[in-house]
């Protein structure tokens, strides 16, 4: 499936349960993917489970990485030979897919990117097409990284749509649709499927 070919997409939040299954479905539809994963644990599965077309960082290389540095103290990038492999890869700059060249979006927890404003990125680094987040704050310091025209995802049990229609209206001249997904009961690992 090529639904997602040629697009970077930023996973903010968890690497597991339902912010793992969306890396998933965008990696499947052809995507590159990036996203952070608390502890090693997690990012090992995450590399595991993604696969070559994905880059899992830690939350605290995040800023590196969306200004285009290396994240080499905490990433871990995938290769199709060694594909639970922790180590970063020095044969082509992080953040970079090896196959076609293009640049890969990243991922990060509440706040671990700083807040620069809303309107276009003029300084070098990363842009993304498709952001999915767990709310608003996790997504705020990262909208100068998202390309114009491109789409905001919020996934949250409980959001608020005041806030959801603020940040559309707010983001609507760049081009950026921004939609708001209340899921139900998710059945995660760890869970116990209770709402």
């Given at each position: 499936?090529?639904?997602?070919?040629?697009?970077?997409?930023?996973?903010?939040?968890?690497?597991?349960?339902?912010?793992?299954?969306?890396?998933?479905?965008?990696?499947?539809?052809?995507?590159?993917?990036?996203?952070?994963?608390r502890?090693?644990?997690?990012?090992?599965?995450?590399?595991?489970?993604?696969?070559?077309a994905?880059?899992?960082?830690?939350?605290?290389?995040?800023?590196?990485?969306?200004?285009?540095g290396?994240?080499?103290?905490?990433?871990?990038?995938t290769?199709?030979?060694?594909?639970?492999?922790?180590?970063?890869?020095?044969?082509?700059?992080?953040g970079?897919?090896?196959?076609?060249?293009?640049?890969?979006?990243?991922?990060t927890?509440?706040?671990?990117?700083?807040?620069?404003?809303?309107?276009?990125?003029?300084?070098?680094?990363?842009r993304?097409?498709?952001?999915?987040?767990?709310?608003?704050?996790?997504?705020?310091p990262?909208?100068?990284?998202?390309?114009?025209?491109?789409?905001?995802?919020?996934?949250?049990?409980t959001?608020?749509?005041?806030?959801?229609?603020?940040?559309?209206a707010?983001?609507?001249?760049?081009?950026?649709?921004?939609?708001?997904?209340?899921?139900?009961?998710?059945?995660?690992?760890?869970?116990?499927?209770?709402?």
């Open positions: 499936m090529t639904k997602y070919a040629r697009r970077r997409a930023l996973v903010v939040g968890e690497a597991t349960g339902i912010g793992l299954a969306i890396a998933k479905r965008l990696v499947e539809g052809g995507a590159s993917v990036l996203l952070a994963a502890t090693a644990g997690a990012r090992a599965h995450a590399v595991t489970e993604l696969g070559s994905a880059r899992v960082v830690a939350p605290s290389a995040v800023e590196d990485v969306l200004a285009g290396t994240g080499a103290d905490t990433a871990a990038r290769s199709t030979s060694t594909s639970t492999s922790t180590s970063t890869s020095t044969d082509t700059p992080t970079t897919d090896p196959d076609t060249g293009t640049r890969s979006g990243a991922a927890d509440t706040g671990a990117a700083p807040r620069t404003g809303t309107g276009p990125r003029t300084a070098p680094g990363l993304v097409d498709l952001l999915f987040a767990d709310a608003i704050p996790s997504a705020r990262l909208l100068p990284y998202v390309e114009d025209g491109g789409a905001i995802v919020l996934t949250s049990p959001p608020c749509p005041d806030a959801v229609r603020a940040l559309a707010e983001l609507a001249a760049r081009g950026i649709r921004v939609n708001a997904v209340a899921p139900g009961c998710i059945e995660a690992p760890g869970s116990g499927a209770v709402p």
